[in-house]
């Protein structure tokens, strides 16, 4: 299969481990953090840590759009979900994501009309379908789908589909990074850059790593071999003094973006002044609303939403896995009362949070090590 | 519900897109029919990007984010 069997290539991926090993100093730790899920995934499903050396450690990043969805935030919108009338829409793992007082699942099973879309554009034509009713988007996710989320509101309020309305709960993904980056307990040495949101916001928005940080950033792709070459180029600019953003994923990536993707980004949303954070609090300017132009079809306007915010579980560290401090495993609930059939903490929801990637793949690996 | 319900995809939009390739396009809806490498076929938006049939895109959530290079 093209694109997809070249860069699984185990040959290829020996030679690259083999690289990586002559690149680092015997001596010195390298700790560099993935900073999407995505990545996450592909870490733990291929086994990419096992072909590495044992001083290089990756650190997962927050870069998962269902785990850092506050509980606060899940309560809004089963509240909202349980309006008379609404028919509510949101992405499948979004269920499963615990609030205060249980899921949207729980909620749909409690009569709540919450229904799984693929795409926003779905749940505008559930909206056409259903005149008489009131339907809900509820959009999470960084710049990889806000634009989704943008292009449908578009076309709602050109088609004129009074009965839709977005709640929006989209990030952005440098804000979270600069947060991470001033953080006293987090050391690290690189970062494996996010590869499809920056598709659309290019490369160019994570020069401040290297310019005010001095870390490098090499922006990858999810196949194993994009990810080991990464950090073989990570090691290169360490090794040779440079600190620099390169695109290892420049077969999908420009370096500019997708420019009408942020226009209509531009046009359909403008930034909160503050946004919570799972794990990581509130990080200014870090979360999009609807613009005053859309304010019409923001169900946050439309609907009484409570807006309660909510403390993580205390036994739940999320936070801590977000940020990268501790591993999965190193949580007290991992694997014993927090499960991906029943998660306490949204990074065992999404099977792009990393307690879920390791509970499907990694934590064999480890009963090996620990046997 | 399985998390990976949808074979390597997470079904929640988080960052992982799917490569497909364009066979029909309505040029009035900025709508295409594309093809998945597993031969499943939906529409999808593609205001974003300038592509004709035949062509290979990066589609998420529904919505062609970027082209392919050949």
């Given at each position: 299969?093209?694109?997809?069997?070249?860069?699984?290539?185990?040959?290829?991926?020996?030679?690259?481990?083999?690289?990586?090993?002559?690149?680092?100093?015997?001596?010195?730790?390298?700790?560099?953090?993935?900073?999407?899920?995505?990545?996450?995934?592909?870490?733990?499903?291929?086994?990419?840590?096992?072909?590495?050396?044992?001083?290089?450690?990756?650190?997962?990043?927050?870069?998962?759009?269902?785990?850092?969805i506050p509980?606060g935030r899940v309560d809004d919108g089963i509240a909202v979900a349980r309006e008379p009338g609404v028919i509510f829409t949101c992405f499948?793992?979004m269920m499963?994501?615990?609030g205060?007082?249980?899921?949207m699942?729980?909620a749909k099973?409690?009569g709540a009309d919450i229904r799984?879309v693929?795409s926003p554009l779905d749940a505008l034509r559930i909206a056409k379908q259903n005149p008489d009713r009131q339907v809900v988007f509820f959009a999470i996710g960084?710049?990889?789908t806000a634009?989704s989320t943008a292009l449908t509101l578009k076309r709602a309020k050109a088609e004129g589909v009074p009965n839709f309305s977005c709640m929006c709960s989209h990030v952005?993904?440098?804000?979270?990074?600069?947060?991470?980056?001033?953080?006293?307990?987090?050391?690290?040495?690189?970062?494996?850059?996010?590869?499809?949101?920056?598709?659309?916001?290019?490369?160019?928005?994570?020069?401040?790593?290297?310019?005010?940080?001095?870390?490098?950033?090499?922006?990858?792709?999810?196949?194993?071999?994009?990810?080991?070459?990464?950090?073989?180029?990570?090691?290169?600019?360490?090794?040779?003094?440079?600190?620099?953003?390169?695109?290892?994923?420049?077969?999908?990536?420009?370096?500019?973006?997708?420019?009408?993707?942020?226009?209509?980004m531009?046009e359909v949303f403008e930034l909160r002044p503050?946004f919570e954070?799972?794990?990581?609090?509130?990080?200014?300017?870090?979360g999009l609303k609807l613009s005053e132009a859309y304010a019409e079809l923001d169900a946050e306007l439309r609907f009484s939403v409570p807006g309660v915010r909510?403390?993580?579980?205390?036994?739940?560290?999320?936070?801590?896995?977000?940020?990268?401090?501790?591993?999965?495993?190193?949580?007290?609930?991992?694997?014993?009362?927090?499960?991906?059939?029943?998660?306490?903490?949204?990074?065992?929801?999404?099977?792009?949070?990393?307690?879920?990637?390791?509970?499907?793949?990694?934590?064999?690996?480890?009963?090996?090590?620990?046997? | 519900?399985?998390?990976?319900?949808?074979?390597?995809?997470?079904?929640?939009?988080?960052?992982?897109?799917?490569?497909?390739?364009?066979?029909?396009?309505?040029?009035?809806?900025?709508?295409?029919?594309?093809?998945?490498?597993?031969?499943?076929?939906?529409?999808?938006?593609?205001?974003?990007?300038?592509?004709?049939?035949?062509?290979?895109?990066?589609?998420?959530?529904?919505?062609?984010?970027?082209?392919?290079?050949?």
């Amino acid at each position: 299969m093209r694109y997809v069997d070249e860069f699984r290539d185990p040959e290829l991926g020996r030679v690259l481990a083999t690289e990586i090993l002559a690149a680092v100093e015997p001596g010195r730790h390298y700790k560099f953090m993935e900073v999407c899920g995505g990545h996450t995934h592909s870490i733990y499903k291929y086994g990419v840590d096992d072909l590495l050396p044992a001083n290089v450690e990756l650190v997962h990043g927050p870069g998962c759009p269902v785990c850092v969805i506050p509980m606060g935030r899940v309560d809004d919108g089963i509240a909202v979900a349980r309006e008379p009338g609404v028919i509510f829409t949101c992405f499948g793992d979004m269920m499963r994501v615990p609030g205060s007082k249980g899921s949207m699942l729980e909620a749909k099973a409690e009569g709540a009309d919450i229904r799984m879309v693929y795409s926003p554009l779905d749940a505008l034509r559930i909206a056409k379908q259903n005149p008489d009713r009131q339907v809900v988007f509820f959009a999470i996710g960084f710049e990889t789908t806000a634009p989704s989320t943008a292009l449908t509101l578009k076309r709602a309020k050109a088609e004129g589909v009074p009965n839709f309305s977005c709640m929006c709960s989209h990030v952005t993904i440098v804000p979270p990074l600069r947060a991470l980056l001033d953080s006293p307990d987090l050391r690290l040495d690189g970062f494996v850059g996010p590869g499809h949101v920056s598709t659309v916001v290019g490369a160019r928005p994570f020069e401040f790593i290297p310019a005010d940080y001095g870390k490098p950033i090499v922006v990858a792709g999810f196949e194993p071999l994009d990810i080991l070459q990464a950090i073989r180029m990570i090691l290169a600019q360490l090794d040779e003094g440079r600190c620099e953003v390169e695109n290892q994923y420049s077969r999908v990536v420009p370096y500019e973006g997708n420019q009408r993707a942020l226009e209509v980004m531009a046009e359909v949303f403008e930034l909160r002044p503050h946004f919570e954070w799972r794990g990581l609090g509130f990080i200014s300017q870090s979360g999009l609303k609807l613009s005053e132009a859309y304010a019409e079809l923001d169900a946050e306007l439309r609907f009484s939403v409570p807006g309660v915010r909510v403390a993580d579980p205390k036994a739940c560290q999320c936070g801590e896995v977000l940020k990268g401090v501790i591993k999965p495993w190193e949580c007290k609930v991992f694997g014993t009362a927090c499960t991906p059939e029943r998660p306490i903490g949204t990074c065992m929801v999404s099977s792009e949070g990393a307690c879920a990637a390791y509970y499907n793949y990694g934590r064999f690996a480890r009963e090996r090590e620990v046997v | 519900m399985n998390a990976n319900a949808c074979g390597d995809h997470c079904i929640t939009c988080s960052d992982e897109g799917i490569p497909m390739r364009v066979e029909r396009i309505d040029d009035v809806r900025r709508l295409a029919l594309c093809a998945a490498e597993d031969g499943s076929r939906s529409t999808v938006e593609i205001e974003l990007v300038d592509v004709a049939p035949g062509d290979r895109v990066l589609v998420h959530a529904g919505v062609a984010l970027a082209e392919l290079s050949a």
